[in-house]
């Protein structure tokens, strides 16, 4: 049963999380005593995790995974709450990303990445039957960093548009994105509804320094930019100015892995349920969440 507002659709990347969480620097050349668990990640398929724990909408997802972990993957997201769609490679196996997690204050993260099969999700692996029942679609930014992903991109994007479904895209990652540059990524998703950067992502897209003030030119572009900032909660923006400004939960990091994926779920499934988008900026309270515990996904026992 879709939601009154219709099924989120995901599309984007899953992925193994191989989180090692350490006290103190790393020792380069020798051991670093660290606790090491491999749990299921991905920033799409979080998205899509965190939307379906929020409720209010059903929730699927499309998303290209090796052999070697299918099987593993599907479970997972079932138990979550999520309807999958899992495209299997024979050929590479399913991406994998290292996350080292400094478990000082801010629990830091640090990424390794392996995108694996996750972007070689291609235009063959799409059907416009996938929007049917869909009330909003979202695209994982790390889609615009691959050459067929992108590719599929273009295809979902105008898709929904001959439907009339709107569609929101998360940046995903600033590293990848100053290597794509902000001005072909902005031109790739010109014909979004919703952009939810991280700070970092904000200011790398404008090049302004100013959180505030890049929101405001990133809305001048986009209908609606929300920009998630951490322990600084998040500020929304509309047609050149900021209209919102909300705070974040205060609470004791242990992994923030996945916080901005919680924060986008959470938001997202908010809108389809009806909520304003100040309201649903309840995301943060998801972030909140995420940070508290150990990998990126909420727990099913949740």
Known sequence: MTGPGGALLVVGDVITDVVARHAGPLAPGTDTAAVIRTVPGGAGANVACWAARRGGCEVRLLGRVGADAAVWHERELAACGVRPRLVVDADVPTGTVVCLV??????E?????????????GPEDWSD???????RLHLSGYLLFGGSSRALVAVALKAAQARGVPVSVDPASAGFLAE????????????????LPS??????LTGCPDV???????????PLVVVKQGAEGALLARSGEVCARVPAVPVTPRDTTGAGDAFTGAFLAALLAGADAGRAAEGCRAGAAAVERVGARPSVRD
């Open 129 to 135: 039957a996938l929007l049917d029942g869909v009330g």
């Open 199 to 204: 700070r970092d992502e904000a200011c790398l």
């Open 109 to 121: 993260r640090t990424f390794l990445t392996d995108s694996g099969a996750s972007l070689r999700l």
């Open 102 to 107: 400094d478990e000082g204050a801010a629990a």
């Open 212 to 222: 505030a003030e890049a929101a405001s030119r990133l809305s001048r572009r986009v």
């Open 180 to 195: 794509l540059g902000p001005d072909r990524f902005l031109a790739l998703v010109e014909d979004v509804d919703v952009l």
